[in-house]
Each structure stands twice: as structure tokens, then as C-alpha cells.
């Protein structure tokens, strides 16, 4: 039954050969279980209910991929997002954790809307390739400069903004570590080279006294205190539009590069090019950001680590239903998960951050109307310590750059909407 509702024998696969892809993708992506509570505890959120939040949504979106579309794709809350929504909807907005999850909730209701709608095509289609890159390299910058922040290598300074901070400590010195051994585990191929990372740091700085010992294994902690916590209103808040819309820009973005280029390695792409059940995973991936939301977590999105996965073999949704099962037995690892500590994440963060400027490669570097906004997209980012001022100033710098070196009419309409939309929110709303 499960042969045939995967279609296995299609795709020249087996069960055996799904279940070890299944596992080489959990390993590869198992850091966000430590990673996404650490980090949306700064907001006030409950960093036990987060964690269960975090595998609950992980479990239900990766489940809704595999049945929906029967790709071997995994999904987890983004890296990237819960930055925006830790640092920038809660940090520099002020805004409320709850306000932010029903943020991600609505972002999530407009990405099901657009899915049903066929609207979701025609955005990724007209919006230019310079400025979807643009906001990878953005966050890869924002990640970079939170992971710095997290190891203490970057502190404050009141002449300069910014600083380099006690390179000799401890704590800095552990983190270094713990990226150089992520990067050279990766060079190797070694799937798990992330979590490795992080548990080597933790190790480590528990030999050294700098973390106490609190067991492995528990029951799951109580998901009450973020279950269903969110506010249903923030869609009624004009000020809050730009907000929701930068969870949905950055969702689908990232969801569809990562279908594509997993696709592609799994060779599940038509002769065009096209992927067959696309509406199916882009449903899946809507549903899974509004059923986070309820749960407590930051948005859901299709992980680019399913590369691992299929590189171990697998080609269908068998392997992400393994990811899905795999998440719900991490539910009982709590107190490992807690822990961590920051500056073992931080390793984790500043290796994606590095895989994600990977994206500058695309960039048309001989053209200046096109790699203009990409640098300023991704200098602002991290300089304004928001995701979506960011992408304000890519889409407004754009248009600019474009109507002045005499290519008008080379400007999509969505650019044009998206640009002005940003220009009216800085003039009435900021």
C-alpha cells in the first residue's frame, strides 16, 4: 500500500532506500529544534512551548508535502524568518510576540489565497531575478550579523555602532569552533555536519563549566502558554500590512527556490523545466505557516536541506513522512534542546548565513541597474536590522534606478505596486 500510494516503483525507489533519506534530511535540519527556541525566547516566548511548537510544525508540514505532493521535501519555521520576526517585528518595531504570530498567520491565509488562486505563478514570474536573490543575500547578512552578536564576536560601541568584541574568550572561541568544524564536516559531505556542530560546542562548554547538565530525555513540555496565543486582529492594523507581506515575499521566495533547486537534484522536473505538482507544495507550504502560527512558532517553509535526503536516495514523499516522524519522536529531547546554549547556535547561524550569500553568484554583475539594489537590499538588511526595511529599499531603488537609466518600461507591474506600496507606508505609516 505504501509502494503504490508513493508511487515507488515510478520512481525507481524503495522503502528502505526513503527511510535512510528520510533520516539523512532530519539530521541535516534537526539543528532548527534548538536553534528556533533559542531564538524566539528573546521575544518572551516560552522556550519549552516553542520547541514543541517547532516539531509539531515541522511534523505536520513535512506530512502535508509528502501526502499532497510526494516530493521529498521537509519542512520547519525558516531561518531567516524567525530572525525577522525575533529581531524585527519584536526587537526594533515593538511589537508584541502575540501580534507577530498573527502576522505569520495572515501571511500564511494570503499564500493559501494566492496558491488557490493561481496568483502565486504569475508574482514569481514577473518579479525580477536580481531582486528574489536580493533578499537571500540580505538575510544572509542579517544571519551574519545576529550569529557575530550571539558569540559575542561583535558587540556594541558607542563611536562606531559596532565593534569587535573579546576574541579571546571563551565563549567566542567555542563558537569559532563550532562553525570551522560545521564548514569542514559540510566539505565532506557529512549531512548531519550542523547538528554535529552544535552538540560538540555544547559538550564542550559543559567540560568547561559554562552549562549544566539537565538530562536528555523527557516528556514534552506544555505548548498552552503559545498555543493559539496569536492576535486574530493584526489584519485589521493598515501599519501592520508591510509586515505581513514580508512573511509572505520572503515565504514564497524561498519556498519556491527551494522546491526548484531540490526538484531538480531529485530530477522530479518536466521537459520545460516546470514542476509538475507545484500548487500542491505551495499548498502544503501555506498550510503548514498558518498551522505554526497556531501552535506558536514563527513561519514554516520548505527546507533546503532536503538536498541531503535525496542525495542519500530519496525521490518521493515517503522520505519527508520519515522527516515528519522523526520530528515528533525529537518531541522527547527537550532538555537537551534547552540546554544549547546561544553561543553554540550561534556556529549554526553564521554557516547559513554563509550558504545563503552563495545567492551573489547569480548576480548580473555587469549590468549596475541590476546589482545596484541587490547591494543595497542586502547592506540595509543588516544595517537597519530589518528584513523588511530591506526589501523596501530594494524594490523603491529598483524602480528609481531603473526609470533613470532609460529602462521604464522593463519594470514589471508587480515591482511597481510592491515599491509604492513601501513608499506609502514609510510616508503615512512610519
Excluded at 187 to 204: M, P, Y
Excluded at 212 to 223: N, S
Excluded at 283 to 289: E, F, I, P, R, W
Excluded at 334 to 347: E, G, K, V, Y
Aim: with cysteine; hydrophobic share 60%.
Amino acid at each position: 500500500m505504501i509502494s503504490q500510494w508513493f508511487k515507488l516503483s515510478e520512481h525507481n525507489t524503495s522503502i528502505k532506500q526513503e527511510v535512510l533519506a528520510g533520516i539523512s534530511t532530519f539530521l541535516a535540519m534537526a539543528y532548527i529544534i534548538v536553534v528556533n527556541p533559542n531564538m524566539l525566547a528573546v521575544t518572551g516566548m516560552d522556550a519549552g512551548a516553542v520547541f514543541v511548537a517547532t516539531c509539531l510544525a515541522a511534523a505536520v508540514g513535512s506530512a502535508l508535502m509528502g501526502l499532497l505532493a510526494n516530493y521529498p521535501i521537509a519542512m520547519a519555521p525558516g531561518m531567516g524568518l524567525n530572525a525577522f520576526f525575533t529581531f524585527g517585528v519584536v526587537g526594533s518595531m515593538g511589537y508584541s510576540w502575540q501580534v507577530a504570530l498573527g502576522c505569520v498567520l495572515w501571511s500564511g491565509v494570503l499564500f493559501l489565497l494566492l496558491s488557490i488562486f493561481k496568483l502565486r505563478k504569475w508574482l514569481i514570474n514577473t518579479m525580477p531575478n536580481a531582486l528574489k536573490h536580493a533578499i537571500a543575500i540580505g538575510i544572509g547578512l542579517l544571519l551574519a550579523m545576529i550569529a557575530l552578536q550571539n558569540a559575542g564576536v561583535v558587540v556594541n560601541n558607542e563611536a562606531t555602532l559596532v565593534g569587535l568584541g573579546d576574541v579571546k574568550s571563551t565563549e567566542v572561541l567555542l563558537a569559532l569552533l563550532g562553525f570551522f568544524v560545521i564548514l569542514a564536516l559540510h566539505h565532506r559531505n557529512n549531512h548531519a555536519a550542523i547538528i554535529i556542530g552544535i552538540l560538540l560546542v555544547t559538550v564542550l562548554a559543559w567540560l568547561l563549566g559554562k552549562i549544566e547538565y539537565q538530562g536528555l530525555v523527557t516528556m514534552p513540555p506544555a505548548i498552552t502558554p503559545t498555543f493559539l496565543a496569536l492576535d486574530w486582529q493584526v489584519i485589521l492594523d493598515l501599519a501592520l500590512w508591510p509586515v505581513i507581506i514580508t512573511f509572505l515575499f520572503v515565504d514564497l521566495f524561498d519556498t519556491s527556490g527551494t522546491l526548484i533547486a531540490v526538484a531538480d537534484q531529485a530530477d522530479l522536473l518536466d521537459d520545460k523545466g516546470h514542476l509538475p505538482k507545484a500548487d500542491q507544495a505551495m499548498l502544503a507550504d501555506s498550510s503548514a505557516t498558518i498551522v505554526g502560527a497556531a501552535l506558536g512558532t514563527s513561519t514554516t517553509t520548505s527546507y533546503i536541506e532536503s538536498g541531503a535526503g535525496v542525495i542519500a536516495g530519496g525521490k518521493t514523499g515517503l522520505t519527508a513522512i520519515v522527516v515528519a516522524l522523526l520530528f515528533l519522536c525529537a518531541l522527547f529531547l527537550s532538555p537537551l534542546a534547552q540546554m544549547i546554549p546561544t553561543f553554540a547556535t550561534a556556529s549554526a547561524l553564521l554557516f547559513v548565513a554563509v550558504m545563503m550569500l552563495s545567492s551573489f553568484k547569480y548576480i548580473e554583475w555587469k549590468d549596475v541597474s541590476e546589482y545596484a539594489p541587490v547591494v543595497l537590499t542586502a547592506i540595509m538588511m543588516p544595517l537597519s536590522f530589518s528584513i523588511s526595511d530591506g526589501i523596501a529599499i530594494g524594490f523603491i531603488s529598483y524602480v528609481i534606478i531603473k526609470s533613470l537609466t532609460g529602462q521604464l518600461k522593463l519594470i514589471p507591474f508587480s515591482v511597481w505596486f510592491i515599491a509604492i506600496s513601501f513608499i506609502l507606508k514609510f510616508v503615512f505609516l512610519d
